[in-house]
């Protein structure tokens, strides 16, 4: 509204018929006018940021650099004089330090947001933007994930060590001797430690250690991205040389860093629970929120299925659904449940780690 009034500036200044009572009350002098101007200044960069943070699938790490973003631009402007500028940056930093969501049945402090060691890890994990974190900032989201990696292998089980059920030799006590010392000697030969034996390895010490070396590495050879790279994308093509960060790397990117994803997602109950819908089974609105939430995977989905289904006799169904897809009315979405679920089996290979957010 105010930089509407400041492009009008010349209007109501000069082509606008002002009588005595109205200028007492609204006419604005040449200072005020300048006021205008200096006040539009200091809140720009605030405008800006908050363009930017209606951005759907924003990181952590993003979330992060428009924020430090503003702040660097009001410090300069606060050291120019404006006290506008100065009022906007302390409450940024008051916000800064605030804590959010205090646990107060346990009794314990909670970290504010920029030091939450969830926000640390998002930050970690996004080679954009970790050379910000400090070190002590980077021990502790190692810590972390850590921990987070134990949390998910109790959610998922334990993972299966394929070797032992493939490998099937003549006397394998002695070739298990034999292959310890050869891998014993190849490891003094060229300088390598070996932290870990086989029965460990196979242990939560012997996980938390391997894992502790991947973040390490991670650290400590990641080549930094550009800011205007994709993470996810750059995740992806580590998914087999890095598989144990790249399911980390998932979950905490896929933390929402604004409300705007989380209520683009609330949002979808609107057109779910109409009155004409309301005789929905719980399992059918799951199926309708899924394809709400998800519309970029299941779109996906269909291409693979297309490719399947290409020398087939369901060619010209799936060309259909495909269609459905793209047009943006949830009741025709929602008629693509029954004919995804009939692929099941398929769907079930597809690994859906996160949220793609309409």
């Given at each position: 509204m105010l930089a509407s009034l400041s492009r009008l500036q010349t209007f109501i200044t000069d082509k606008l018929?002002?009588?005595?009572?109205?200028?007492?009350?609204?006419?604005?002098?040449?200072?005020?006018?300048?006021?205008?101007?200096?006040?539009?200044?200091?809140?720009?960069?605030?405008?800006?940021?908050?363009?930017?943070?209606?951005?759907q699938d924003m990181t952590l790490g993003e979330f992060f650099a428009i924020w430090s973003g503003v702040v660097m631009v009001l410090k300069q402007t606060k050291n120019k004089g404006s006290a506008l500028a100065g009022k906007l940056l302390l409450a940024m930093e008051k916000r800064a330090k605030g804590v959010m969501y205090k646990d107060r049945s346990k009794g314990h402090k909670v970290s504010p947001l920029l030091d939450y060691p969830g926000f640390q890890v998002a930050v970690f994990l996004d080679p954009r933007f970790f050379s910000l974190l400090k070190p002590d900032q980077g021990q502790e989201a190692k810590e972390y994930l850590l921990d987070l990696a134990d949390r998910m292998e109790a959610v998922e089980g334990p993972a299966v060590d394929v070797s032992t059920k493939f490998l099937s030799?003549?006397?394998p006590s002695l070739f298990s001797a034999l292959l310890d010392r050869a891998n014993?000697?190849?490891?003094?030969?060229?300088g390598a430690a070996q932290t870990t034996t086989s029965g460990e390895r196979n242990g939560r010490t012997g996980?938390?250690?391997?894992?502790?070396?991947?973040?390490?590495?991670?650290?400590?050879?990641t080549v930094p991205l550009s800011p205007t790279e994709n993470v996810f994308q750059w995740w992806h093509k580590k998914q087999f040389t890095s598989p144990e960060l790249y399911k980390l790397a998932l979950v905490v990117l896929s933390i929402p860093a604004t409300q705007v994803s989380v209520e683009r997602l609330f949002s979808c109950p609107r057109f779910i629970l109409r009155p004409q819908r309301l005789g929905l089974s719980s399992s059918h609105v799951d199926d309708v929120a899924f394809l709400h939430a998800n519309k970029d995977v299941v779109k996906g989905l269909l291409d693979e299925l297309l490719k399947i289904g290409s020398h087939g006799q369901n060619q010209e169904s799936?060309?259909?659904?495909?269609?459905?897809l793209t047009q943006s009315r949830p009741r025709k979405r929602y008629e693509l449940i029954n004919e995804i679920l009939r692929f099941s089996d398929f769907a079930s290979t597809i690994d859906i780690s996160f949220v793609t957010l309409n």
């Amino acid at each position: 509204m105010l930089a509407s009034l400041s492009r009008l500036q010349t209007f109501i200044t000069d082509k606008l018929a002002w009588t005595h009572a109205d200028e007492v009350e609204y006419y604005l002098s040449p200072e005020q006018w300048t006021q205008v101007s200096e006040i539009l200044e200091d809140l720009l960069p605030a405008r800006k940021a908050t363009a930017q943070l209606q951005r759907q699938d924003m990181t952590l790490g993003e979330f992060f650099a428009i924020w430090s973003g503003v702040v660097m631009v009001l410090k300069q402007t606060k050291n120019k004089g404006s006290a506008l500028a100065g009022k906007l940056l302390l409450a940024m930093e008051k916000r800064a330090k605030g804590v959010m969501y205090k646990d107060r049945s346990k009794g314990h402090k909670v970290s504010p947001l920029l030091d939450y060691p969830g926000f640390q890890v998002a930050v970690f994990l996004d080679p954009r933007f970790f050379s910000l974190l400090k070190p002590d900032q980077g021990q502790e989201a190692k810590e972390y994930l850590l921990d987070l990696a134990d949390r998910m292998e109790a959610v998922e089980g334990p993972a299966v060590d394929v070797s032992t059920k493939f490998l099937s030799v003549e006397g394998p006590s002695l070739f298990s001797a034999l292959l310890d010392r050869a891998n014993k000697a190849k490891l003094e030969a060229t300088g390598a430690a070996q932290t870990t034996t086989s029965g460990e390895r196979n242990g939560r010490t012997g996980r938390r250690a391997l894992l502790r070396a991947l973040l390490d590495e991670h650290d400590r050879t990641t080549v930094p991205l550009s800011p205007t790279e994709n993470v996810f994308q750059w995740w992806h093509k580590k998914q087999f040389t890095s598989p144990e960060l790249y399911k980390l790397a998932l979950v905490v990117l896929s933390i929402p860093a604004t409300q705007v994803s989380v209520e683009r997602l609330f949002s979808c109950p609107r057109f779910i629970l109409r009155p004409q819908r309301l005789g929905l089974s719980s399992s059918h609105v799951d199926d309708v929120a899924f394809l709400h939430a998800n519309k970029d995977v299941v779109k996906g989905l269909l291409d693979e299925l297309l490719k399947i289904g290409s020398h087939g006799q369901n060619q010209e169904s799936l060309m259909a659904l495909a269609k459905i897809l793209t047009q943006s009315r949830p009741r025709k979405r929602y008629e693509l449940i029954n004919e995804i679920l009939r692929f099941s089996d398929f769907a079930s290979t597809i690994d859906i780690s996160f949220v793609t957010l309409n």
